[in-house]
């Protein structure tokens, strides 16, 4: 067996990753990381680990994405902390097992439900909240007591390495493993056996992941993402909406963000309207030239850039930019770029946008929005800006997305006390708060019953008399159970 | 054939567009359609699992007609509480608005289920995916073609042809189901065909629950008292022989005791077997028979291993014409041999012994997690250890099988016994998408959310998500410069 030395100094293949488990599932066997002690400390020490960290944290967030500090701080390091706090503060009550009623059939029985690790997981996060989507799960992990492995997006290489020496430094090194790389690192990962496998990324790779995960029976968790709609009525405070819209799109990582608006659905005749108000906004945002300004994070890397660029030049889309569209390669910026009415089989209406592009399609009648949304897959999340309630109530039953948020974007994944996760080609489980300890929990049924209360109706040999009173013991009712008994029945 | 299957869900995908299936009143009338089959061929269904099982029809009723009428009744009592929406608390900085958690269904689901108890792991599953408003196809097993037969016959007869479709067949047809993208995959089965399932679905991302099985071990302890003795004996007894002839995901596959307790054991288990299936056990029609040849022949080449032969104690009748093998006994059989390594899955009953009944913990754990973990015991510390020490889909203390009937807890596995699980509002939610809504309103809209950026949004927000509202009025107000 390699020693840890030779692991991290040669290639990280097949024989490495099964070393690592291995060594975390003795781990697990001490019983070690199930106890509250354990899982408080280490979450004690995440929080340590961000308040004296912050500055590399920002770093690293701005050498990767060039993110703008105040981005960081709203959307990676405050959730992380907030997160670390609800997880102390809830953790003994969700551990606590579960009463539960039972009924006359099992008299006399008393019935609980007992939360217990799944042993060792798996954590792949992505690239444009690398801090978060890192460390949001395994907070989760730990909260469930588990031993973890996390295996950070090598697309956002400073936070990779940073997230490496921090957490080796702050948590309990036989427990929580990072392990850096790009596809043959997590191909190695991916052959052994988890207890659960949290995947967060594109739908393509979530294949990969769910089929390896299929060998081996492992459960997983899968946040992709999908192309997010926005649906604008015309009766709206135009200002809020533009601004909540921009919130939601450009100042969430330059648009590469899973819950990102991607397009917008308005009627014909309110298009210019909302678009104008955009325009008005973005200028007060960012000022005359988004290209240079620090408050706007940039693309993440050349590739990125180049799909990007590509879904501009389709000859389709050029002609219908009607703001922005200016890139600039050297710094990998793409300005605020708005662009209406693409022909329906353009790549750039059929793929996640991912990036500051925002497209609007127009509508004869806003309601048919409704269908053209339903057409498609099934989002990570839905927007609508409405003073309707008819409207809202019927995109609300009809429209089938992770979640949906009326009048505001985004705002659903701050709140802990909501699940966040997909449904259908956005993704399947989901997480933040309570939901997270779930997601890495086996919820186990515990009965108990007394040697006394036996019913003979159970045994062979069976008679009439035992199924009348094996059909009112299971129906539950006394009178029932009292006339079979009697042979009443 | 093939072109049946796809106009079949091109039907349901219409069906579940239209959005009949996600009124109450629908769920309401199939869940109702389920139950009058029960009620009106009660008769016909005892018949077919006495043909493909040889199942006595009150052991039939008691585990397979009688568990879904109440699994039925409880879900429609509870129907509406599950399909409303649930309001979730928000934190302050998010005034005003509202948070809600709304149950949704999924859309086209597909039920696989098992030949062991085909009526009972069929319906289950439906009436879940019918109360959380889905459209269904259900595959039942070849392997019990009779019950696959009455399923298909009752379904189409009393439910709604256009949103719930029986197909029938074997892997031929079951691969071809698995091309198709689904909402959700519900299987019950074995390990090697969940395997196949689970990456078949992958190729759409379809969630799926796999219900699988394991090596379900019991736990005897020693007891003071003679009735307790007798009485976990003959609920052992019954858990193994008295359900489908030990073809259970959940019926005890091998007990672990104490070398010093073995002989009582093995006496009282004679005793109650005789109690229960007279001299003649194949004879009494009280005891389910092997499934088919295949089967036979697995559990005959079990008992065949040389050293595993002459542990038997007890038992070994093989009537390979009428597919019955009698409750079998057997103490200490080599531990790597292939019936203390495979899930048995049939009538015969290893007991291993050990010095320590503590020692049963370690042995449980090195071995992969069951889908049920029994443990007959008055000793409080050992009932401790074992809740907290293994782990397992469920565990029962002093009883077998019942938890599958108690509507408030789950039942699925872990590890190697699956994941997912289902009965009761368990059943419900597995076919459902918890949907969040929030909304919003205009009114009050927080300047400080929004770029630019500068140093005293940034304290604000500091603030904000502390939740020190005092500091956000006060930074707001120019008193105070740090949040």
Known sequence: MASEEQVKNSAFDTEAANCLVKELRATVITGKTKSYEWRVSQLKSLLKMIEERDKQICDALFSDLSKPEMEAFIHEIALVKNSCKVSLKKLKEWMKPEKVKTTLGTFPSSAEIVPEPLGVVLVISAWNYPFLLSVDPVIGAIAAGNAVVLKPSEIAPAMSSLLKKLLEEYLDDSAVKVVEGGVSETSALLEQKWDKIFYTGNGRVGRVVMAAAAKNLTPVVLELGGKSPVVVDSNVDLTVTARRIIGGKWACNNGQACVAPDYIITTKQFAPLLIDSIKHELLKFYGEDPLNSPDISRVVNSDHFARLSKLLDDDKVSGKIVHGGQTDKSSLKIAPTIVLDVPEDSLIMNEEIFGPLLLVVTVEKIEDGIDFINSRSKPLAAYIFTNKKELKEEFVSKISSGAIVVNDISLHLMVDTLPFGGVGESGTGAYHGKFSFDAFTHKKAVLHRSFLGDAPARYPPYTAGKLRLLKALLDGSILGIIRALFGWS | ?483
């Open chain 2, 1 to 483: 054939m093939q072109s049946h299957l796809e106009s079949d869900l091109k039907e349901l995908r219409e069906t579940f567009r239209s959005g009949k299936t996600k009124e109450s009143s629908w769920r309401i009338s199939q869940l109702q359609g389920l139950l009058h089959i029960l009620e009106d061929r009660e008769n016909d269904i005892s018949m077919a699992l006495k043909q493909d099982l040889g199942k006595h029809h009150v052991e039939a009723y008691r585990d397979e007609i009688g568990t879904v009428v109440k699994s039925i009744n409880y879900a429609l009592e509870n129907l509406k509480q599950w399909m409303a929406a649930k309001s979730a608390k928000l934190p302050l900085a998010a005034f005003p608005s509202r948070g809600e958690l709304v149950p949704e269904p999924l859309g086209v689901v597909l039920v696989i289920s098992s030949w062991n108890f085909p009526i009972g792991l069929s319906l289950e599953p439906m009436i879940g995916a019918l109360a959380a408003g889905n459209v269904v196809i259900l595959k039942p097993s070849e392997l019990a073609p009779a019950c696959s037969s009455i399923l298909a016959e009752t379904i189409r007869d009393y439910l709604d042809y256009t949103a719930v479709k029986v197909i029938e067949g074997g892997s031929d047809i079951g691969e071809r189901l698995l091309q198709h993208q689904f909402d959700k995959i519900f299987f019950t089965g074995s390990v090697r065909v969940g395997r196949a399932v689970m990456s078949a679905a992958a190729q759409h991302l379809t969630p799926v629950t796999l219900e699988l099985g394991g090596k379900c071990p019991a736990v005897v302890d020693s007891f003071s008292s003679s009735w307790d003795a007798k009485i976990a004996t003959k609920r052992i007894a019954w858990g193994k022989f008295g359900a489908c002839a030990g073809q259970a995901c959940i019926g005890v596959d091998y007990i672990l005791i104490e070398k010093k307790n073995v002989s009582n054991l093995v006496e009282l288990l004679k005793r109650y077997i005789k109690q229960f299936f007279g001299d003649d056990p194949n004879g009494s029609h009280s005891m389910s028979k092997i499934i088919n040849k295949k089967q036979f022949s697995r559990l005959k080449s079990l008992l065949n291993e040389p050293m595993v032969k002459s542990s038997i104690v007890y038992g070994g009748l093989l009537d390979e014409e009428g597919l019955f093998i009698g409750p079998t006994i057997l103490v200490d059989p080599p531990l790597d041999a292939a019936i203390m390594t495979e899930e048995i899955f049939g009538p015969l009953l290893p007991i291993i012994t050990l010095k320590r009944i503590e020692e049963s913990i370690d042995f449980i754990r090195e071995r992969p997690k069951p889908l049920a973990l029994y443990a007959f015991t008055k000793d409080q510390n050992l009932h401790k250890r074992l809740v907290s020490e293994t782990s397992s889909g469920s565990i029962m203390f002093n009883d077998v099988i019942l938890q599958y009937a108690v509507d408030t807890l789950p039942f699925g596995g872990v590890g190697g016994s699956g994941f997912g699980r289902y009965h009761g509002k368990y059943s419900f939610d597995n076919f459902s998408h918890e949907k969040v809504v929030v909304t919003r309103s205009f009114f009050i809209d927080i300047w400080f959310r929004y770029p630019p950026w500068d140093d005293k949004k940034l304290q604000l927000l500091k603030s904000g998500f502390r939740y020190d509202y005092l500091s956000v009025v006060l930074i707001a107000l120019g008193l105070k410069s740090k949040g």
